[in-house]
């Protein structure tokens, strides 16, 4: 650590920052500049956790509404090797910098991650991808995973606005897999009471490619799931019962 006054005001240089644990290793380099009237903060810090369960403890939960806090507690449910890059630049006062008073970044690289977007849809399962923080907005990209049967092609997760008391996440993603698997899907989700009553009478067979997306509510205010989506089959079997 290495202090200096420049302009009047003081700064500590922190050449190495490393804690250490034995699922979690933390280190980068950071600089505080005692300034009037917050001091400001500037860090990089490279990140390793063995487990999604450790990972959480370090998120920045307290800053987000209470329903999105609960929300990222039950959602992220495993997963393993996760490796993160976050800049942070500003004052500690102001974060996370809602209206732009500072930089907060963090970009995570992710494996086997499981994650339950809402309670009465299925989990998805197997992700490889990457979560961004960029001040008030959580994104979440995939090429890889399972729903049910299907497998994830392409999925994107967006929540616009974390300080938001009536959060929402918007997916949007590609699903290949069959139409049995499409149809046990619906079975499996809320659909089951409009569009899955039109599919009871019917047996359907064959590949198919599911585009899907989704306004998820995470907030009290509003329970109602919004879905839309286009199955495209080239070979597909229908009969009726």
């Known amino acids: 650590m290495k202090w200096q006054k420049q302009d009047n005001v003081w700064q500590i240089q922190i050449p190495n920052i490393e804690m250490q644990a ?6 980068g380099v950071g600089k505080v500049t005692l ?10 810090l490279k990140t390793h956790f063995d487990d999604l369960h450790t990972f959480k403890h370090f998120l920045p939960l307290k800053i987000f509404h209470e329903h999105l806090r609960t929300w990222l507690k039950n959602a992220l449910v495993s997963g393993e090797n996760i490796d993160s890059q976050i800049v942070f630049n ?3 006062q102001q974060f996370p910098f809602a209206e732009q008073q500072g930089i907060f ?7 086997n ?11 998805l399962n197997h992700l490889n991808g990457t979560l961004t923080f960029n001040g008030l907005k959580m994104n979440i990209q995939t090429n890889n995973g399972e729903i049910n049967s299907g497998k994830i092609e392409t999925l994107e997760g967006i929540i616009p606005d974390l300080s938001s008391d009536d959060p929402k996440l918007f997916i949007q993603g590609t699903l290949v897999g069959t139409l049995e698997g499409a149809s046990q899907f619906i079975a499996a989700t809320p659909l089951e009471n409009t569009i899955g009553s039109s599919l009871k009478p019917m047996n359907i067979s064959g590949p198919m490619t599911l585009n899907l997306q989704l306004q998820v509510p995470l907030g009290p205010k509003d329970d109602n799931t919004l879905v839309s989506g286009k199955i495209k089959t080239d070979a597909g079997q229908l009969s009726l019962n």
């Open 22 to 27: 034995n699922d979690f290793l933390i280190n």
């Open 35 to 44: 300034s009037k009237p917050q001091p400001q903060v500037s860090m990089v």
């Open 90 to 92: 500003g004052s500690l």
């Open 105 to 111: 970044s963090a970009i995570t690289q992710f494996h």
């Open 113 to 123: 991650l499981s994650l339950n977007f809402n309670p009465q849809w299925p989990t």
